[in-house]
């Protein structure tokens, strides 16, 4: 069966940055297709500012679609902008998708965790996960959302966005702050981790690779414990009926070229992993 991915190019921006995130999800999906593993592509929809105002100020929202604020790569290009709307229709769809499959969907988008209430940085202008989970649950889509970020480092604009909800009862988010990933001790505990969302209606998964070794970042996982890692949470959510949405999250590595070679190979596991975990 193929995996749904939910891809356009209006998800891409020039960001007029050092790091690949705005523009590695189209060298990421053609890297993906030549796997060869079944891959159905869908176009998402763009989202409204109004469901971007659930988890933002409607200030800064308006302010980063206009170019009048700067984005999360720290500038006011307008690409990055009309990019927003659908960076967030991606998870927001593959949420949709994986809720009625019960099974697994792709948005391939880059680090969104980074990004708060007011503000944007790390590459991190809106948070797309977060507008996802809080527009599930004012449709009524999902009662229960639960989330697990596994980025380097703690999700603090994530966090200042779920500082600022009424009510996050509803809500489970595990970060590096409640979820360290940095040796196979972590690796091993993560499908209990998975399991303590197994309650909740759809989980969104941010896979970054910014955790390995050789990334800027200063992470401490080799390729093999990366792959590790995501086989543990795919499979436990495969075992368990677990309905996902797995995102793309922050890497950065590049080759000596400088192309991204190194980062491509990672996200490639990550797919693998996908493919085996749905295979059982």
């Keep these: 069966m193929a995996i749904p ?15 690949p995130s705005a523009h ?9 297709f030549s796997l060869q593993i079944p891959l159905r592509l869908q176009a998402p929809q763009p989202v409204n ?17 206009r170019g009048q604020i700067a984005n999360g790569f720290g500038n006011h290009h307008p690409s990055v902008g009309r990019s927003l709307p659908y960076l967030a229709g991606a998870v927001l769809d593959a949420a949709h998708q994986a809720l009625t499959s019960r099974s697994l969907a792709l948005a391939p988008i880059g680090p969104c965790h980074q990004a708060g209430y007011r503000y944007g940085e790390a590459d991190s202008t809106i948070n797309s996960l977060l507008i996802t989970a809080l527009a599930l649950k004012r449709s009524r889509k999902a009662e229960r959302v639960g989330i697990i970020d596994l980025s380097q480092d703690a999700a603090r604009g994530s966090a200042d966005i779920i500082a ?14 409640t979820l360290p990933c940095r040796s196979d001790a972590d690796i091993a505990a993560l499908p209990d981790a998975v399991l303590e969302l197994a309650d909740c209606d759809v989980v969104l998964c941010q896979a970054s690779v910014d955790g390995h070794c050789d990334d800027v970042a200063g ?30 999250g922050a890497g950065h590595q590049r080759d000596e070229l400088g192309k991204l070679s190194p980062l491509l190979a990672l996200h490639n596991n990550t797919l693998r992993a996908a493919a085996k975990a749905l295979a059982g």
């Design 5 to 19: 991915v939910f891809y356009s190019e209006k998800l891409l921006a020039d960001a007029e940055s050092e790091s």
């Design 24 to 32: 590695k999800p189209r060298e990421v999906l053609a890297s993906w």
């Design 49 to 65: 500012p109004q469901l971007m105002y659930l988890a933002h100020a409607a200030d800064y929202v308006d302010g980063v679609l």
């Design 164 to 177: 600022r909800l009424p009510d996050s009862s509803w809500l489970k988010h595990l970060d590096a702050a």
């Design 219 to 248: 992470g401490c996982l080799d390729t093999q414990q990366l792959y590790q890692r995501d086989l543990q949470v795919l499979g436990t959510a495969r075992e368990w009926c677990i309905p996902m949405v797995l995102t793309l």
